[in-house]
């Protein structure tokens, strides 16, 4: 079957970095998508990575491994307006997103 | 980016109305629109896929009849919750997949449904 993991919840401090990881099984892959959701709030596009390596976009970046199954988000110089849900999802051979369930990330001052 | 405008943003109904959600797509056409239900501290469930000039396909478990889909234009997709109850209540968030790139989805703003 088809499956994405994420951690539930992870906890930083304003100014530090955290990386969320995600791990994913698909019946074929066309790349690796991590979107932002606001308590209340339809998910925000953060990034997609098909190939192999970092992405990186100020500060957030996105890494995958597809020989591993294996994506991650990386937040550095963290601000309390990051406190959200961090969603991976997987685009399968069919070109349908499967998603995980989103990781709650809480920045402390 | 593309831009994918929902509405409304919110709606409260009595228990046995119909509710109908707008899709549209401002800035490019959408051939496939998706929607998806998200209950409260829960993943995005996809419900259908939404083909323009087409019936949309159906997730397993999503019953067509009281989930009615119209694609009728590149640019509009709704969704219309029949004989709602309150266990309808829930955030309905549509995207579409914008057809030049291919692969990134944009959302709608979501639409929070409280049936009472």
């Known amino acids: 079957g088809q499956n994405i993991d994420q951690p539930t919840e992870m906890t930083a401090t304003e100014g530090a970095i955290v990386q969320i990881n995600c791990t994913y099984q698909?019946?074929?892959?066309?790349?690796l998508f991590w979107y932002q959701q606001h308590a209340g709030e339809a998910p925000t596009f953060l990034s997609y990575n098909v190939l192999d390596g970092l992405e990186e976009k100020g500060r957030f970046s996105s890494f995958l491994s597809r020989s591993k199954g294996y994506s991650y988000l990386l937040l550095k110089e963290l601000q309390m307006k990051d406190s959200a849900s961090y969603l991976c999802?997987?685009?399968?051979?069919?070109?349908?997103?499967?998603w995980g369930a989103g990781t709650k990330l809480i920045i402390k001052p | 980016g593309a831009v994918v405008s929902q509405h409304p943003s919110r709606v409260i109904c009595k228990s046995g109305t119909s509710v109908k959600i707008e899709c549209r797509s401002l800035?490019?056409?959408?051939?496939?629109m998706f929607w998806y239900r998200q209950f409260p501290k829960q993943s995005l469930m996809l419900m259908a896929t939404s083909n323009e000039g087409s019936k949309a396909t159906y997730e397993q478990g999503v019953e067509k009849d009281k989930f009615l889909i119209n694609h009728a234009s590149l640019t509009l997709s709704t969704l219309t919750v029949t004989s709602a109850h309150p266990e309808d209540s829930s955030f309905y968030i549509c995207?579409?997949?914008?057809?030049?790139?291919?692969?990134?989805?944009?959302f709608g703003q979501g639409t929070r449904l409280t049936v009472v």
């Open positions: 698909t019946s074929g892959f066309n790349g």
């Open positions: 800035d490019f056409q959408a051939t496939t």
């Open positions: 999802a997987a685009m399968d051979s069919n070109y349908q997103l499967i």
């Open positions: 995207s579409a997949r914008e057809p030049r790139t291919g692969t990134e989805a944009f």
